[in-house]
């Protein structure tokens, strides 16, 4: 049994919580890969704004296929990247991807921002269980429905404050995908990839 406790499905937060649960860097991978061949997007010709850097753990996938990238978080990690509330800001400049890991209490909020300041569209990783809710239906997926959900075939495990290549998950994730102009939602699954796109040193943190 992994000495560490599985993210759970029915995980709360505090209301002021940061929701610092870093993605694990093969899963970004994951989603660059398949915006590539699936869909293809130029990555190394688009500009993309990570606004939940926390970390770096997404930055730095994300900077192997973008040809820039902009990071930025609401706290400041100590590991370089500017602090700013990404649904308050005075001015921030348009991008052409935005990818991202929101707090979920405020993912919808995150997606509004983010698909009104990039020309291309987002992506968002979430549980699974953000497709549930008349809430949200109401404000957020009757307007702007994702145009794919990617249903990850394997657990993507997340802890609090850290990655873990150690940890147990019973949490199910997938990519929120929103392409401007394509309303038609579809599902895929992102087959299993871990084992393929985990790099040496994706589980140390980034320097300042």
């Known amino acids: 049994m992994n000495s560490f406790s599985a993210v759970m499905q029915q995980r709360h937060e505090p209301h002021d919580s940061l929701d610092d649960f870093p993605t694990p860097p ?23 704004r990570e606004p939940c850097a926390n970390r770096g753990y997404m930055v730095r996938p994300l900077r192997e296929s973008f040809g820039t990238v902009l990071a930025s978080d609401v706290h400041d990690y100590g590991v370089g990247f500017e602090v700013q509330d990404f649904l308050f800001p005075i001015t921030i400049s348009s991008v052409d991807f935005t990818c991202m890991n929101p707090p979920f209490r405020l993912a919808e909020e995150f997606v509004h921002r983010a698909l009104q300041t990039s020309h291309i ?28 959900v990617l249903q990850f075939a394997e657990r993507v495990p997340m802890c609090k404050g850290r990655v873990d290549p150690e940890l147990a998950s019973a949490t199910a994730y997938a990519w929120f995908v929103w392409l401007k102009g394509d309303h038609d939602t579809r599902l895929r699954w992102i087959a299993p990839c871990r084992k393929r796109l985990e790099r040496s040193g994706d589980y140390s943190e980034m320097s300042p």
């Open 121 to 148: 569209g987002c992506a968002a990783i979430l549980r699974t269980a953000f497709l549930e809710g008349k809430a949200r239906f109401s404000t957020l997926f009757n307007s702007h429905p994702p145009s794919f």
């Open 26 to 48: 093969w899963a970004t991978r994951a989603l660059c890969q398949w915006l590539q061949e699936q869909r293809g997007l130029p990555l190394q010709e688009l500009s993309c």
